[in-house]
């Protein structure tokens, strides 16, 4: 067959494989032009998506986004336990927007099902879903999937790439694939002769790929173990390159404003005084605000400053107390999700009847409140665009390079082949790097100097006002406990709906259906509750939302633990016990995190004077998490002291990285559940710079150790889990302190809180 | 308006404002992006540098106040010859997302110069003003450690 042919035949393949969820080996068609690193050069071979050999050595492509979470390594980890590499010797990059480098896993964990409990995939999927199904083939990083989605298509693209290496040196040497081996990207010959794979990848990629089987979990080298992090010595060197880092021959640096209040329109503005300013060179009208062109970004930054603008008002009630007013009505609406109903709910708030209620039983009920949050990556939200009028280049960190693709195409008026995405390393993402305005308003710079590539950087203050937020969110519960048992747990959520919002933002779906992530954390807690019942309502509210670190589980965890540590109180129970018994029954493997807190923090339900304890649980993204948090009342000011983690994602493919995330998805949600507000007055939101939205520190961060448990069935994510059972224990902890139950965040607003 | 500066030993001159901060004058200037942007109020150390060993907040201070020798991350040691408090860094995994760790690397040797064996109270005192949104905080305070026991042999 002509090379032609099998090039074609091979696209193919791969575009099936997109559909199947299988791997595909063979000549990835790279779409974009030189100097893209992928593009396979006279002499190199890419020998599937994900494995590219050239003269330089070895590359693998790890399409998922770098911020923080480690995912380029345990990527690069998986296909190179089966390609026989060394990972500290191949390149790991993230390549290119392409409809290959497609997350399998997102669709299947949008299914409604409760995650711990297969059985419940059989439950309808609702309309809203018929949605998410058409996002097939999107290339995002996000929902904590990485390495479910990755964990076998990843080993088989090495695997396949190893043996069609193999087969190419088999027909050098005229012998069988059978006696070779492979050690460190060499092949050997039973006489010990070795030829290297970039000696063999030009012939192996015209060669048909051979059915392979995965190796045997007890032989791998890398998964499992803690492998040094390919980024870490960039990390410690100053040279890793981030977004904002992107540095291009006559480079011009931009800095924005836009309408603080959210949506609202541009009137009108008075640049004439920025125009003069030094180092200016232009003011560009962007509709919903501008932008000032400049050599630097400071002097860019002082003349934005000095314009002079008048804002349209926004679509959104300008106070925080009336957007909250808002999101209660959702709860005169019939609910938007019912995705737990077990057993019979009577709630007296429903106008059930409870004088019925058998003799001791014991009711209680609580409403919660939740404000919103903004992502705060570290770093500023920015992107660098050339534009040359047929064609776009982009540079910037981002959790969705084919939606930054669409979006930028269409504000350019090019089809979306034309504009290359350069996904760089991010500082931080969170979920706030999803979105694509951040690429948008740096394309429409771009686009007014043709030619001459920007670099667009937001102050911290634009990005703090102007973030999709974490929602805010209300809760109320009612549950009744007799004999030390929990009898009914009636939840009821309101809150925007952050993919309501995204599916129209991103996808130009409408909105339908019900919204499973508004009621994550809430319907999917492996808990044996007789009647048990979770609703969810969306709020009605034209204020920008987003995914926000464990998304509905991030405001879900806290209301659910919160209720079952104030039903375990009023059953007059230890408040570990009282969850264990619970979940025991249910699933083994989160009752194993639960035991394994109580052992590792001596919990043995009582405190000394002046010491308190709280634990938290929250099953999400496939991972259940238990955490004990210690805090202590040091002259009147309260001191987040000691922390205990355990976790349970099935197979822990580095221990290193997820002891990171479970750490750093903890502090995340400390730092929220202590200190994190965003409010509104006048339209805008008031906080703007870290001062106004702290976090936890050196000084506040508690001294924290972390238990990884294999007994989860499934894989189950890293990034985001940790963060849902911070909030509850912190809560928890504070209540066994002092006696008084948190029912709103941020903690720091009803106690004193060491800062 | 050229001012004169000393950048990791290499003389620059450049032509901008006084008042330009000198993290912006790094950066955009004279091109060494190691050193980072994450406030410019002085809340979060992104862009901690040292001048004349001080860890300073470069977006704190005017170009035209320099009052000595910068040094910056790149300054510090290269990924072929990294500084001990750099290997420690690597040795401890700390960096997540890494946006932070210059800054905090830069704070952490200014503190390491002048209380070669800090203590855990001391640790807090120093790096408290930085900021890191992935939580790599106790890892720093155990690579603060092995870096000055490393340090301290040599
Ligand atoms: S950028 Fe200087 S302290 Fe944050
Ligand atoms: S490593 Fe991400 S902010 Fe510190």
Known sequence: MSRIGTIARRTFLIGSAAILGGVAFGVYKVRQPAPNPLTPAPGA??????????????????????????????????????????????????????????????????????????????????????????????????????????????????????????????????????????????????DGQTIPYTDLAEAAALIDPPHVELRDARGWRYL?????????????????????????PGMKFAALRINPNLGGTMNGFDASAAETMPGVERVIDLGTGIAVVATNTWLAQQAADAVDIDWGAAPYPPETDAIFARIAQAFDDKPNSTLRDDGNVTSPRDGGDTATLPKGTISLSADYKLPYLAHATMEPQNATALFTHDALEIWCGNQSPIFQQQACAKLAGLDPDAVQIHTTLMGGGFGRRGEPDFAAYATQVAMAMPGTPVQLTWSREEDMTHDYYRP?????????????????????????????????????????????????GAFNQPYAIPNYRVRGHVADLDLPVGFWRSVGAS???????????????????????????????????????????????????????????????????????????????????????????????????????????????????????????????????????????????MHTAPLTEVAILEANTYLGGAGEPGTPPAMPALGNALFDLTGTRARELPLSNSFDLRV | MSTQLTVNGTPHRVDLPDDVPLLWVLRDEIGLTGTKFGCGVAACGACTVQIDGEAVRSCQVSLSDVWGDVTTIEGLGTPDSMAAIQQAWVAHQVA????????????????????????????DDAMQGNLCRCGTYPRIRAAIHTAAAKMKET
Not at chain 1, 126 to 140: N, P, R, S, Y
Not at chain 1, 578 to 585: A, H, Q, S, T, V
């Open chain 1, 45 to 190: 071979a890419a020998l599937n998506p994900f494995v590219l050999i050239d003269q330089q050595g070895i590359t693998l492509i790890a399409p998922r986004a770098e911020m923080g979470q480690g995912v380029h390594t345990t990527w690069a980890a998986l296909i190179a336990e089966e390609l026989d590499v060394d990972i500290a010797a191949v390149r790991v990059l993230h390549g290119p927007a392409a409809k290959a480098y497609y997350n399998s896993a997102m669709v299947a964990d949008a299914l409604p099902g409760k995650g711990y409990d297969t059985s419940e995939f059989q439950h309808t999927v609702g309309e809203a879903l018929g949605g998410v199904g058409k996002l097939i083939g999107l290339q995002v990083t996000g929902g904590s999937t990485s390495m479910k989605d990755g964990f076998i298509r990843m080993r088989q693209a090495g695997a396949t790439a190893r043996e069609t290496i193999k087969q190419a040196a088999a027909e050098r040497l005229g012998l069988d694939r059978a006696q070779l081996k492979t050690e460190n990207a060499q092949v050997i010959a039973p």
């Open chain 1, 224 to 248: 499992g173990k803690s492998v040094p992090r390919v980024d870490m010595v960039g990390k410690s060197t100053g040279t890793a390159q981030f977004g904002i880092d992107v540095r291009l």
């Open chain 1, 472 to 520: 805010g969110a209300l809760a109320r519960f009612t549950g009744t406990v007799k004999d030390g048992q929990a009898v009914m747990l009636d939840a009821r959520i309101a809150a925007q709906s952050a993919t309501h919002q995204a599916l129209n933002r991103w996808a130009g779906l409408p909105a339908a259906g019900p919204d499973k992530v508004l009621v994550d």
């Open chain 1, 555 to 697: 405001f879900n965890g806290f209301f659910h633990d919160t209720f079952i540590d104030e039903m375990a109180h009023a059953a007059g129970r230890d408040p570990l016990d009282f969850r264990l018994e619970l979940i025991r029954p249910v699933h083994a493997p989160s009752a194993g995190t639960l035991d394994t807190v109580r052992q590792m923090s001596g919990w043995t339900g009582k405190t000394p004077e002046g010491v308190g304890r709280g634990v938290g649980f929250t099953y999400s993204f496939g991972t259940p998490v238990a955490q004990v948090i210690e805090v202590v009342d040091q002259d009147g000011s309260i001191r987040i002291t000691r922390a205990w983690i355990a976790c349970d994602m099935g197979i822990a493919l580095d221990r290193s990285i997820i002891e990171a995330q479970m750490i750093g998805g903890m502090i995340y949600g400390l730092s929220a559940a202590a200190y994190g507000k965003i409010t509104f007055s006048d339209g805008a939101v008031q906080q703007r710079n870290f001062p106004d939205y702290d976090a936890i520190r």
């Open chain 2, 96 to 123: 997540q997302c890494g946006y932070c760790q210059s800054g905090q690397i830069m704070q952490a040797a200014a503190l390491l110069a002048e209380t070669p064996d800090p203590t855990d109270a001391e640790i």
